[in-house]
């Protein structure tokens, strides 16, 4: 068989598997919402502690990956098992504005269903039901305050993205104007929730998160479960996305004194295989989106995979499973040349939606050079970056300039959250502040260069067709 043919058969083998995996995903929530037994007007016939504690011992999923729409936007790369042909092919669908920057597609009309959208809504009723029926209910207060103090803090993280996908950047001036998303916090179906300002969303986000809320968690937490760890991580990440620096290292340290384990990938050397299960010690919060192997043949873009270091250990020693490396010239199958396909169908649970360690250390990062303190925070840009690059040479004491670190920390943290919504995020909040605005330019080879402004509507995701019919409050964001 030859390489083409093999890479083909890869392809195939991988579209196959991952469907196996998303039906059992969804036999999995299917049996949640069993646990729920709805009637009339969305109450539930749960009535023990015990049984709405049930709603939290779940594997939280979002809908379709981030690279599906926002990692195209802010050009992290492209969506699993397609190819810039094949995106590119109809220029009446809203892949074909995230890859050419067409602003001109109205993708209110093309979207709609959004399964990232119905998940997340979803997930927050779960927090609803638990914080509606827990005062009532027979069982244990000290276990009736631990699931309410959870169903918050969830319920404040998905609301963070919900309103950072489909909402314009928070900004103190303008907030109060702009339309944010709906922040749901009753369970009752036959009431409309209206939508709320951005400003009023962040308002009742911080609510939910709040110190008195984080401390009732427990110091630690099993999997797909709250800690204070991720509570401090959440309300640090809220504070972030509001420009409130100074604050929101206060709680990201605070978040790294209960967890500050970093993922080290070195172990690839002799392994062969990136080996990441989805109870990773880093990881503070599991939410997948897309296939579990969720960057099993995504491609990344040739301006990110130019900041993409060869000695990356996963790079360089990883092999797939078809004897090939890892990381492939996206030529052949993508029609991409430049572009890197990510191959191994190795044990690499992703955490794309989720919180991670490696969040707070570059909050940090970020956050010290901001403040003056250049090599604290490039000290937490090293941290991370020694786990992944064999020779790594630290930047910490190298005399940058304030501006310098800012951008090879920028350029440090784009390929480590590669195929994570952290990018899209970064760059909205980074385009509302005059001096890190930047267009972004992409080059499709023979298909054209093409280039986003940082007012651009794309940053906003469209509201679904599916949402809008039902809720007149529900006009588009953009």
Known sequence: MNQQSDTQHTKTMNKYISTILLGAMAVSMVSCDDKLDIVPKGETTLGTVADLELLLNQEYYCGDGPLADLGMVCNDGFPAWTSIPE????????????????????????TESDSRYSTLYQNIYYSNVILEKAPEAEG?????????AEAKIKRAYFHYLLVNIYAKQYDDATAGQLGGV??????????????????????????????????????????????????????????FQMKRYDEAAGYALKALRYNNNLENRSATMSTTAWELPWDNTNNYFYLNGGARVSLTFTCMSKETAALFSPDDYVRKYEIGWNGLPTWEDAAVEYGYPGGLIYTAFSNVMFNNYGVRTEDMYYLLAETNIRGGHVDDGLDYVDKV????????????????????????????????MYGTYNTFFDCKRWNSEPEYRASITRDLGEYGTFTISPDSPLWVMPFPANATRYNPTLTQNY
Request: glycine share 4%; hydrophobic share 40%; net charge neutral.
């Open 87 to 110: 995106l590119i092919a109809s220029p009446l669908t809203a892949d074909y504005a995230y890859v050419k920057y067409d602003e001109s597609i109205d993708r209110a009309t093309v």
């Open 140 to 148: 244990s207060d000290a276990v009736r305050n631990l699931i309410m």
């Open 182 to 239: 709906p922040y749901v916090d009753i369970v009752n179906m036959e009431v409309n929730k209206d939508k709320n300002t951005v400003a009023e969303v962040y308002a009742k986000i911080l609510g939910d998160c709040s110190e008195d809320v984080i401390e009732v968690l427990p110091d630690n937490a099993p999997l797909f479960r709250a800690s204070k760890a991720f509570g401090y991580a959440v309300r640090a990440k809220v504070l």
């Open 385 to 416: 970056q020694l786990r992944r690059i064999e020779g790594y040479q630290p930047l910490k004491g190298t005399g940058l300039s304030p501006a310098q670190a800012m951008k090879e920390m920028q350029n440090a943290k784009r390929v480590e």
